[in-house]
Structure formats: structure tokens, C-alpha cells
């Protein structure tokens, strides 16, 4: 065996060091109808069939109360053109402001479920809580995707490097070495 060429690094340093993450903006409603967004980077597929995903949000968020209550959530997937109103949305509270009105974000109607999915966004997923989990400082919040729209032509997405910057990766014009598996 030979010789490691890792060594210790923080966790702080680990999380930075598998930037780039896809970035999505995860819309909510209260029970009384008012809706938000959130800048989310902890998310992830969990099951082929049935589609199931998840996603991970701290206490604090004011969409984590959202959630509680209605047990909904839209995970929108902003193309680079949204990139300015997505950091916003990740840096900004619903506690204190209108994320879709200051940031010129347009809710339009969800077909299975009651928060709103963000008009061109390239994807929505509309998603329904199955199941919670505290995992330490954040919930993890298990749900059914019981609906997947989106323009299949955009293939830019957003990516997070760290919490400190969004950049715009396309499938179509990077650098693709391709593979072949069996
Ligand atoms: C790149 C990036 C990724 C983020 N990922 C998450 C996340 O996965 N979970 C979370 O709870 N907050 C995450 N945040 C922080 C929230 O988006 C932020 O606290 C936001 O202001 C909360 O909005 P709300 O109070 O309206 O819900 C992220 C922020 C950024 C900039």
C-alpha cells in the first residue's frame, strides 16, 4: 500500500472542498397562504422509484416553520440570468421581507402542491414531506416528488462555491470526458 497523501484538514475546509454544490431555491407557503424562498445547497435525490429527495433546513429559516406547517416545498432550479435574486434568497430572511417581490420573482401555481414554483426557473419539483429527521443543527426533510416540470432545452445550472459565490455550469459547453459503464 502506499503512502497517504491526505491529510487533516477542518470541516470547514472539507465542506468548501466539494464546491462546486448545486444551488436551488426551495419555495414554501405559511398556512395562511404567504410564500418564500430559500437559497438551499443541502439537498439531494434519495430514491429512483418511487422519486424521492431530500433536503436539510436550520430552525432559524423562517421556511422552516413553513414546512412545519404545511408539510410542502418546490425545489426550483434558477438559470444563470437568476443568479443575483438566488443569492438574495440565500442571504435574506421571509421574516423581514417579500424575497419575490424585492428581487423581481414571480410565484406561479403548483399543479399537485400549495407552495408556488418560481416562474423561469429551469425545473420545479413539486415535493410532499413523508418523513423528518434532525440530524444536528439542521431537519432533514424526506418528501415524495409528486410532480416534475421544466424546460428541457435550459441546461445551465447554478452551483455554490463555498458560501461565498454562485457560477453558472452548462452539460453542454464544459469539458466532458465521456465514460461507459456496463
Ligand atoms: C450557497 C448557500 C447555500 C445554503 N444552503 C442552505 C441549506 O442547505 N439549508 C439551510 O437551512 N440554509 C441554507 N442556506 C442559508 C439560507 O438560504 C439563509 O439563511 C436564508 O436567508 C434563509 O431564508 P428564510 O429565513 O427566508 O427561510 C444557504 C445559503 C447559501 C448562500
Known amino acids: 500500500m502506499s503512502e497517504a497523501t491526505h491529510k487533516d484538514i477542518s470541516w470547514t475546509d472539507a465542506v468548501e472542498l466539494a464546491s462546486p454544490h448545486p444551488y436551488v431555491l426551495v419555495t414554501t407557503v405559511s398556512d395562511e397562504g404567504v410564500p418564500n424562498v430559500i437559497g438551499i445547497g443541502w439537498f439531494t435525490i434519495t430514491s429512483?422509484?418511487?422519486p424521492m429527495v431530500c433536503i436539510s433546513v436550520a430552525p432559524p429559516r423562517h421556511s422552516y416553520g413553513n414546512i412545519e406547517a404545511v408539510g410542502e416545498y418546490v425545489i426550483n432550479f434558477p438559470p444563470p440570468d437568476m443568479a443575483r435574486a438566488a443569492w438574495k434568497c440565500g442571504t435574506t430572511t421571509g421574516a423581514k421581507v417579500d424575497k419575490f417581490a424585492d428581487n423581481g420573482l414571480e410565484?406561479?401555481?403548483?399543479?399537485?402542491?400549495?407552495?408556488?414554483?418560481?416562474?423561469g426557473s429551469i425545473m420545479a419539483w413539486e415535493c410532499q414531506v413523508v418523513s423528518k429527521m434532525d440530524t444536528g443543527d439542521h431537519r432533514l426533510y424526506i418528501a415524495k416528488i409528486v410532480a416534475t416540470r421544466g424546460d428541457p432545452a435550459r441546461t445551465a445550472h447554478l452551483y455554490s462555491i463555498h458560501y461565498r459565490e454562485l457560477v453558472a455550469v452548462d452539460r453542454e459547453a464544459g469539458s466532458v470526458t465521456q465514460v461507459e459503464y456496463k
Open 48 to 50: 429512483w422509484k418511487p
Open 107 to 119: 410565484p406561479v401555481q403548483s399543479t399537485r402542491v400549495r407552495p408556488p414554483a418560481i416562474a
